[in-house]
C-alpha cells in the first residue's frame, strides 16, 4: 500500500493506496488505479466514514486510538466508534494511532479488522522490530 501517493502506487503497481482527507478524492484515485485497494482516513467522523462508504472506499481507517509518537495526534478515536460503525457498515475499518502490544487486543475486541502500528515496531526504544511484532502475537 501507497500513502497519499495513487500515481506512485499505480506507477509501483503496488496493491492499493491510502487516501487521507486532502488527498485525491476516491471517486478520481478510482479511475487511476482501477480495482486496486482504497483505504480512507475517517479520522473520528461518523459522517466521514458515510461519504467513504457511498464512494466505495475499500476499507475505513479511523484513529488515533491512543497518544502516538508517529504523528501529531489531531483526532482522537474511541472503542463507542468502533462499534457505531460496525452498525452501518460492513466496510473493514482499520484502527491507527499509539498501538502497541499493551492496547491492540482491546481493539480486535471491539471490532476493528486490521490494525495499523508503526511506531511500536519501528521506533521501539526497547524492542528490534522482529520483537516487537513477535509481542503481538
Known amino acids: ?11 509501483l503497481n503496488s496493491d492499493g493506496c491510502h487516501l487521507g ?8 484515485a478510482r479511475k487511476i488505479i482501477k480495482n486496486k ?14 461519504l467513504a462508504i457511498k464512494d466505495k472506499a475499500d476499507y475505513l481507517a479511523f484513529g488515533a486510538f491512543y497518544d502516538s509518537t508517529t504523528k501529531k495526534t489531531k483526532y482522537k478515536a474511541n472503542l463507542n466508534l ?12 482499520v484502527a491507527i494511532g499509539g498501538i502497541n502490544s499493551n492496547n491492540y487486543k482491546k481493539l480486535l475486541l471491539n471490532k476493528a479488522n486490521f490494525l495499523a502500528i508503526s511506531g ?3 521506533n ?3 524492542l528490534k ?9
Open 129 to 137: 522490530p522482529i520483537e516487537a511484532i513477535k509481542k503481538l502475537k
Open 1 to 11: 500500500m501507497v500513502n497519499d501517493d495513487v500515481l506512485l502506487a499505480k506507477k
Open 37 to 50: 485497494i482504497i483505504g480512507v482516513t475517517c479520522h473520528n467522523s461518523i459522517k466521514l466514514a458515510k
Open 82 to 93: 468502533l462499534k457505531k460503525v460496525k452498525t452501518i457498515t460492513k466496510t473493514p475499518i
Open 120 to 122: 511500536y515496531v519501528w
Open 124 to 126: 521501539n526504544k526497547k
Open 21 to 28: 482527507q486532502n488527498d485525491m478524492k476516491i471517486t478520481k
